[in-house]
């Protein structure tokens, strides 16, 4: 691969990584959710992630051009291979935990996809398209979930405010980049993240506020995804989501 391509491959990597493993995060709660029509919606979503990620895996499969396939590029690889953000790799813990992580990465998977739809690669834009009117519902999902829990009784409020603190350190890391990505921006494929950067933020604060959850004042941000650098929860995260391909190679329904 030329060094356009390798960049197009971690990006598709970066996004590709980033949705599986929320996805998988979400499909835990199937059978788990407080109330039924939860259940259903947070199974929904988690398999949005996964069809996110299957066209992003795939795509990154054709630019290796190895004779791999988004399957081997979702269950062959080791941690320190996968660029997904730290935050999507974070346990469920409670339903506001769960809550809250998904609102962070939604707010961020909202601006994001948004601008990719105007990129110069027409694989990439095309993804793209297709993936905003789910990742519009998103967001609406969560942001409704903050604010019911966010004023709603004392304690729901303190559950959300607790997992808004927990989580805050790890939202930074969404909005890292490297020389891959400041090469596809040069080649206008990729948009200028201190933007999407600025529009989360401001989405952030203003729901936050909206639902009574004070907005952490914490400056320290955990980091590391695109060198493979994970919190410790992503290993056993893909014992589990890997095990049965590992154990059977080629196995096929």
Not at 141 to 152: F, I, N, P, T, V
Not at 173 to 178: A, G, I, P, S
């Amino acid at each position: 691969m030329n060094a356009l391509e390798t960049a197009k491959f971690e990006f598709c990597l970066r996004l590709g990584d980033s949705a599986l493993i929320i996805g998988h995060r979400l499909s835990e709660w199937c059978g788990h959710a407080p109330i039924l029509e939860e259940d259903i919606a947070l199974t929904n979503v988690a398999l949005d992630f996964v069809g996110l990620s299957r066209n992003l895996l795939t795509y990154a499969a054709q630019i290796q051009n190895e004779g791999k396939t988004e399957d081997d590029l979702a269950y062959m690889r080791d941690v320190v291979l996968y660029r997904n953000a730290l935050i999507t790799e974070q346990p469920n813990g409670d339903f506001a935990l769960t809550m809250a992580r998904h609102f962070f990465y939604d707010v961020f998977s909202y601006y994001f996809y948004h601008e990719l739809c105007n990129s110069a690669d027409l694989s990439l834009k095309g993804i793209a398209e297709k993936a905003v009117k789910e990742i519009d519902y998103h967001l609406r999902h969560s942001a409704e979930w903050m604010y019911r829990l966010g004023d709603g009784t004392d304690e729901s409020h303190q559950k959300i405010q607790d997992a808004v603190d927990e989580l805050w350190m790890y939202t930074g890391d969404m909005f890292d980049t490297d020389e891959h990505y400041a090469l596809l921006q040069e080649n206008n494929i990729v948009p200028a993240m201190d933007n999407i950067k600025e529009q989360w933020h401001l989405k952030v604060k203003n729901v936050l506020e909206t639902a009574t959850i004070k907005v952490p004042e914490v400056t320290y941000m955990q980091s590391g995804s695109l060198k493979g650098l994970h919190t410790e929860h992503l290993g056993f995260l893909l014992a589990e989501m890997q095990h049965l391909q590992r154990s059977y190679p080629n196995s096929t329904w």
